[in-house]
């Protein structure tokens, strides 16, 4: 099984600054097979990202992601006061999917 | 639209089974694998496994083995969960999904396993 490991645990920033949350998997992740969600409180998770890169469809041009092999990154350009939430990286394609522990972006 | 719409809460004593539907509506039902993600409160995410509603193939994630079974309905576009033997610790929302990467979600059900 794939171990993914975000960090920071929690960040904590203010409107209009950069955010940069990594993903790090135990070993590397089959075909860059690699998504982003964020998940507010009694909602259930939204796609961002997937295939490492790529906008799911409605998703601002403010996320990004990159990354490949075993190191991600999810980057939020300029934070709105809607993008404070918890986000959660998920390798997944080969069978045995895993989500990481997930990084808590909160108000500064 | 694509909705993924799940049955609704359950309150079961330990040792008890839930099952849990997740009716699909506006795609074809055996195009994507419904996956199961689970959520205890306030924790992370939690893969459980998926089937694919072409053939009833699944895939369950280790810890679940032998305490999940994953089924599913063609005639009207349902997938089902069912958790058995459940312990305080299977107290969490649970989501179907659809697709490998997950584009569409069910709203959750809450299952809360109490005595």
């Known amino acids: 099984e794939i171990v993914l490991t975000q960090s920071p645990g929690t960040l904590s920033l203010s409107p209009g600054e950069r955010a940069t949350l990594s993903c790090r998997a135990s070993?590397?992740?089959?075909?860059?097979?690699l998504a982003w969600y964020q998940q507010k409180p009694g909602q259930a998770p939204r796609l961002l990202i997937y295939?490492?890169?790529t906008r799911a469809t409605g998703i601002p041009d403010r996320f990004s992601g990159s990354g490949s092999g075993t190191d991600f990154t999810l980057t939020i350009s300029r934070l709105e006061s809607e993008d404070f939430a918890m986000y959660y990286c998920?390798?997944?394609?080969?069978?045995?999917?895993?989500f990481g522990g997930g990084t808590k972006v909160e108000i500064k | 639209q694509v909705q993924l719409v799940q049955s609704g809460a359950e309150v079961k004593k330990p040792g008890a089974s839930a099952k849990i539907s997740c009716k699909a509506s506006?795609?074809?039902?055996?195009?994507?694998?419904i996956h199961w993600v689970r959520q205890a409160p306030g924790q992370g995410l939690e893969w459980m496994g998926w089937?694919?509603?072409?053939?009833?193939?699944?895939r369950y994630a280790q810890r679940f083995q032998g305490r999940v079974t994953m089924t599913r309905d063609t005639s009207i576009n349902t997938a089902y969960l069912e958790v058995s033997g459940l312990r305080s610790d299977d107290t969490a929302i649970y989501y179907c999904?659809?697709?490998?990467?997950?584009?569409?979600w069910g709203q959750g059900t809450l299952v809360t396993v109490s005595s």
């Open positions: 999904a659809r697709g490998a990467f997950h584009t569409y």
């Open positions: 506006g795609y074809t039902f055996t195009g994507y694998h």
């Open positions: 089937i694919d509603p072409n053939n009833g193939d699944t």
């Open positions: 070993q590397s992740v089959y075909s860059n097979y």
């Open positions: 295939g490492a890169s």
């Open positions: 998920q390798q997944y394609g080969r069978s045995m999917d895993t």
